[in-house]
C-alpha cells in the first residue's frame, strides 16, 4: 500500500511540473506552414491584421545555393497569408529584399518578427551586406564560409526595424540597424536574432543573439543572449549589463529566442544549443522573467523535441527544429511555429526546409 501512495504522490510530482507548451503540443497539420518550390524556406513570425488574416514573414533564398550558409548573402524576407493560423500560408510579396550594397541590410534580410504598437506594424530582423559580385549559379563552387562573401556578410550582422501602417506593406527600413556592436564586449563582432516584446507604454524589451572577438581579433565566440531597452520601438535601444542573459558559463548556450509576455510576467522559448538545460542537444526550453531582465528557466524547461507528431498517423524525427515561434491570441498562447528541415540533421545533409505549425490544447 505504502508503495502505491508513493507512486500516486510521484505522478502527482510529475504532472504538475509538466509545462504549458510540450503538455500541449498537438498534432502538426502535414499541409501547415509555408513550402516554396525552389527556396529554401526559414523562420516564421506570424500576426494577425485587422483583415482577419493571418500574416506570416519568413525567410527564403534560392536552393542552387548550400542552405547554410547561402542564408548570409541572399536571404529575404516574404509576406505570405493565410485564413487560419494553421495555414497553409500563400505567399503574396517580397516584404525587404536586396536593395544594394551601400545599405547595412543591403544583400540580405533574415529572421523576422514581427509586432504591432496601436496603428504600426514593426518588422524587426536580421540584415547584412558585402561589397563583392553576387553568387549564381555559375560561381556558386566558389562560396563556403570561409569565402570573402560570407566573412564580410558574418561580420556585417546587425538588428534593424522595419515600418508600415499595413501588414501589407510598404515597409520603411532604416538607413542604420537600431542595434549595434559594441567593442570589448559580448556582442562585439555581430547581433542577430531579435525577438521584441513592446509594452502597454509602448517601451521595447529586446532579446537578440550576440558574438565577440576572441583574443585573435579573427576569430568569434559561441553565441550569448543579451537583452536591450528602448523607450519607444523607434527610439534609441540601450543594451543592459555587461554580461548576457545566458552563454556558456551561464546556464547555458541557446539560439533563437522568443519572447512574450501574459498575466503571470515573461516567457521565453529557445533552441538548448548543447542541451546543458534540457538534456537534449536542440530541445526546446523554457524560461521566465517578471520584468525581461533577470531571467530563470523554468522548473520543467523541456518545452519540445524534434520528435513531431503529424495529422497523417506518423510521428518523425526532424532533420532539424529551430527558430520557435509562438503566437498569443487573447492574452494566451494558441499556436508554435518551427522552421524545419527533412534529413537525418545537419545543415548539409537536408533536402528540404519549410516552416510548420503545431496547435496548442485550448
Known sequence: MKYFILLFIGVIACTNAQNAIFDN???????????????????????KGEDGLYHMYASRWPKYLPFHPGWMIQSE????????????????DV?????????????????PKIVKYKDTYILYYMGSTHPFEDVTEGNVDQFNLSSKWCIAARWGKRVGIATSKSPNGPWKRRDAPVLDVKPNSYYSFLTSNPSPLIKEDGSVVLLFKGRSYKEDGITHSDMSIGVATAPTFDGEYTVIGDKPLFSIEHFGEVEDPHLWGDAKGYHMIAKDQRGAITGGHGDGLLAHSTDGINWVVDDNPRAYTKMVKWNNGKTIKQ??????????????????FFATMDGPGGFGNGTKTWNMVIPLKK
Open 77 to 92: 524576407i516574404v509576406h505570405a497569408t493565410s485564413k487560419t493560423a494553421d495555414g497553409p500560408y500563400q505567399f503574396k
Open 95 to 111: 516584404a525587404l529584399g536586396n536593395r544594394g550594397t551601400q545599405y547595412w541590410d543591403g544583400k540580405s534580410c533574415h529572421n
Open 319 to 336: 532533420g532539424q527544429l529551430e527558430r520557435p515561434f509562438v503566437l498569443v491570441e487573447d492574452g494566451k498562447p494558441t499556436h508554435i
Open 25 to 47: 503540443l498537438e498534432e502538426a497539420p502535414i499541409n501547415g506552414g509555408l513550402q516554396m518550390d525552389d527556396y529554401w524556406v526559414w523562420g516564421s513570425s506570424v500576426i
